[in-house]
């Protein structure tokens, strides 16, 4: 029998990129996807009709893509995340298959505004910072360097929550971004994949008299798939991100009908498809939250079970040839329990022996780590998995077990190095250290900066590197130049193109050609015009939203990420109230006009992330309302910081805050698309700022405080915040108006917690990079006034960013951990 693999051609031909077949798609989509005329249709039917004229167009592309890879026979990635800040789609899609000029002809024919119907696209915000943007990242660079790379995750109905600012607080709101529907999406309802949980394991001899294990009488959740398109920039390659959704398993209903109870059957069905509901909202706490383990055994349940059946359909039986052909790479430990799913699978399913299934589970997957705070590591109560997971505990402990020998074999007697290394922490009710696990199940375990990397060999993990030294690599985080820059700052993209050709928009690299347009006045002009629009348009939507009125010449300040003591937003606060304080003592004092932006959001239940948006509101409702400050100081929070707002404000930004303690930020992102965009660098020596001051120079970044060796060393040697408070008259005083109540009159008490606090632990050295921070400020100031060496700086800051391009960081992780080689088709 035929089997109707490709239908060439297509049976309509291939759908044209010309704005005429758009124009007759427009129409059609309307009215046959849709259902409505031009006389009926909304803005949003039409956002619709494009993006479904679009997807068309995207998933020809993706099933050549798919037949590329199959006829190739090549290794496949398969990167698995619990988080992905996809943000909007169109414009991006748009830019990519380069077709936008051809679209806003299309659409102007009917009346409409291409830019008006992007702005009512959903935000997908399946994330919740960092990790979650970057994994969106290197989808998009995968696609663009045409490798053979799949997302999976989780199709949350609920994404983040929006925040909105009532009072100066943050209150949180549900964000049902699928309200509408997803117009991007293709749910695959025959892509079903059975999910167990609970039960237990039963031991039985097989045909040769060998040990086996079944788990039993479990419940059971059905995961569906749905697809996404991942277009690559200016190539026909168009990846896939599959996001699994909960469905109740049919089982459930015939069980609980059959015995009358039709009400109770429905609910529990229901109850099995709350699964994945929502988005756990933690950048880094773990409450013990059961919900969430099932999520993450769910995810990767699903994830290996349609890699295995990818796998066999196209290379058969031959497990052994497994590691040949897939690669895992786990974002994060959250889904590590793939490790221990594709072996049970091996073990259980596929009948391989336990060295043969733990050999070949090892050498597909690969770890990484994005955090070394204590906190923020994933430790699971071995009484919960004992009861959720029953055998994959049972093969943890085996794989701890042989573990352990290997290294009693190498240290003997050693017990506090089984202690530490072991992945069962034995400590105050026993957890499994998902970090270990993921560790010694990945044949490549990676950091991403280089200063990351070295703690995480020196720290975190330094037993294990001693055991494998050549395990821990370093993948320095790179962003996508197509949506920070391309997309996100149109005025700095076309000049940057007027003058260097658009080449650098796949190849970033190319930016270096920009370093002689540094030392040419008219270039800096018009990189001075470019930033100006944006920030006049900036300022726009700040007086919109916010009723404040900011000044576009003025200097932004910007600090945009999540809300985190380490990542010490109060360190900017405490600069700003110094400032505040400099000018009201002095009314000629002009150090630089000055516009101090804000934005992020805090975890819901981490009370003091949250205190410090309160204050920051009541400090900018003093600031911005007191009449010495007109002009020359202004302070902004931008609420619901998501994907969208950043790329409304970074391309707006002139200085770039990347203040965190020395060794707390794994390597942050931000410092790289604010830089893209001609923001200065003001940082610590943390995460990716170093290596941002090796590319763009010493001169033209702004670093102050303690490195993370120092600050090390000043947490051992005995620090005390206090003597610094004391020492210091400004920062004193900043301290005292804050803890006394000058900015919360109606509540004076409102901050002194937080203050005594600072000043008895200071956790994070605050006050320690206190001095240091405000004179590095004064520097900035001083370097502002002259306008033609900022911008000579800024474009240096452009030119030599080539090298934080996510295309360098996914050809890293392809040569250094994956293996995989570009598949080129037509
Ligand atoms: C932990 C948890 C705990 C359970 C609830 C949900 C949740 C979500 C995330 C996390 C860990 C967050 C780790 C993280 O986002 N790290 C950031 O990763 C960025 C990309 O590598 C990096 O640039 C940032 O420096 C790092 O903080």
């Known amino acids: 029998m035929a089997t109707p693999g490709r239908l060439r051609p297509f049976p309509l031909g291939y759908l044209g990129l010309d704005a005429a077949s758009l124009t007759e798609a427009l129409a059609d989509k309307l009215v046959h996807d849709i259902g409505k005329d031009g006389t009926h249709a909304t803005d949003r039917d039409w956002l619709h009709a494009v993006i479904r004229a679009v997807r068309d167009r995207l998933i020809e592309r993706a099933l050549e893509t798919e037949r590329a890879y199959a006829a190739a026979g090549v290794r496949r990635v398969y990167y698995l995340s619990m988080e992905y800040l996809l943000g909007r789609a169109l414009g991006n899609a748009l830019l990519n298959l380069d077709f936008e000029e051809e679209t806003r002809a299309a659409l102007a024919a009917y ?77 695959r309802p025959e892509r079903l ?18 040990l086996r294990f079944r788990w039993v009488d479990t419940e059971e959740v059905i995961a569906m798939a749905y697809d996404l398109p991942v277009p690559g920039w200016r190539t026909n390659t168009v990846n896939t991100l599959r996001l699994w959704g909960a469905k109740a398993s049919r089982e459930l209903d015939l069980r609980a009908f059959n015995a009358g109870e039709y009400v109770r059957a429905v609910e529990r069905k229901i109850e099995s498809e709350k699964l994945t509901a929502v988005l756990y909202p933690d950048d880094t706490t773990e409450r013990g939250r059961e919900l969430r383990l099932r999520q993450e055994h769910f995810f990767v349940s699903a994830t290996v079970q349609d890699i295995l059946a990818r796998f066999r359909q196209e290379h058969g039986d031959d497990l052994a040839r497994l590691p040949d052909k897939v690669s895992i790479q786990l974002n994060d430990t959250h889904p590590a329990l793939a490790i221990v799913e594709l072996l049970r699978l091996l073990l259980d399913e596929h009948g391989l022996d336990w060295d043969t299934a733990w050999d070949l589970t090892r050498r597909t997957c690969s770890y990484t780590n994005h955090t070394l705070m204590p906190e923020a590591l994933e430790r699971w109560p071995v009484a919960l998995m004992e009861r959720l997971l029953p055998r994959h505990l049972q093969l943890i402990y085996e794989i701890n077990r042989r573990f352990l020998e290997e290294v009693n074999h190498r240290h003997p007697g050693d017990v506090t190095r089984l202690r530490a290394l072991s992945l069962i922490d034995e400590e105050g009710g026993r957890s499994v250290r998902m970090a270990h696990l993921a560790f010694v199940g990945s044949h490549r375990v990676n950091g991403v900066a280089r200063l990351h990397t070295r703690l995480m060999r020196e720290t975190l993990f330094r037993g294990f590197h001693e055991l494998w030294p050549e395990r821990i690599v370093n993948v320095t985080n790179g962003v996508t130049p197509r949506r920070w820059l391309h997309h996100a700052n149109r005025p700095l993209a076309s000049l940057i193109s007027s003058r260097i050709g658009h080449g650098w928009v796949g190849a970033l690299e190319q930016l ?131 994907v969208t707002t ?31 965009n001609g923001a200065l660098l003001i940082g610590t020596l943390d995460g990716a700022n170093i290596e941002i001051r090796e590319a763009v120079g010493e001169g033209n970044v702004f670093t102050f405080g303690l490195d993370a060796d120092a600050a090390a060393a000043l947490r051992a040697n005995g620090y005390h915040p206090r003597a610094r408070y004391e020492a210091e008259p400004e920062l004193k005083l900043a301290l005292d108006m804050i803890r006394g ?53 800024a474009v240096l800051t452009v030119a030599r960013m080539g090298r934080f391009s996510s295309d360098r960081t996914v050809r890293d992780y392809a040569e250094r951990v994956w293996g995989v080689r570009p598949v080129p088709h037509e």
């Open 111 to 187: 009346g409409r505004e291409l830019e008006a119907l992007e702005g009512l696209e959903e935000d997908a915000a399946l994330g919740n910072g960092g990790l979650g943007r970057l994994a969106a990242c290197i989808l998009d660079s995968m696609a663009t360097l045409r490798l053979p790379g799949y997302g999976y995750g989780i199709r949350y109905e609920y994404g983040l929550f929006r925040q909105r600012i009532e009072n100066g607080e943050q209150v949180e709101y549900p964000e049902s971004w699928l309200r509408y529907g997803n117009p991007w999406e293709f749910p």
């Open 193 to 210: 994949y059975p999910v167990h949980f609970g039960g237990r394991v039963e031991s039985y001899r097989d045909a040769a008299g060998r």
């Open 512 to 642: 270096a050609r920009l370093e002689p347009a540094a030392e040419e006045a008219a270039f800096r002009e018009a990189f001075r015009a470019a930033k100006r629009a944006c920030k006049a348009r900036l300022a726009d939507l700040v007086r919109e939203r916010l009723g404040i009125a900011i000044d576009p010449d003025s200097l932004y300040d910007v600090q945009v990420k999540r809300i985190h003591e380490y990542k010490r937003q109060l360190l900017n606060v405490l600069h700003v109230v110094t400032l505040y304080n400099r000018l009201r003592a002095d009314p000629h004092y002009e150090p630089a006009p000055r516009t101090v932006i804000l934005a992020g959001k805090a975890a819901p239940g981490y009370r003091v992330a949250k205190l410090i948006i309160r204050l920051i509101h009541d400090v900018a409702a003093v600031v911005n309302a007191d009449p010495a400050m007109r002009g020359r100081l202004r302070v902004v929070f931008v609420p619901n910081y998501d």
């Open 646 to 676: 950043a790329e409304d404000i970074i391309p707006a930004a002139d200085l770039s805050e990347q203040i965190s303690t020395a060794g707390t930020e794994a390597s942050g992102t931000g410092c790289m698309k604010l830089g893209l």
């Open 741 to 793: 109540g000058h900015f919360s009159p109606g509540e004076p008490d409102r901050y002194a917690a937080l203050v005594e606090s600072l000043l008895a632990r200071d956790r994070y050295l605050v006050l320690a990079d206190y001095t240091d921070y405000v004179a590095c400020q004064q520097r900035v100031a001083e370097a502002w006034r002259d306008p033609d060496g900022w911008s000579r700086r």
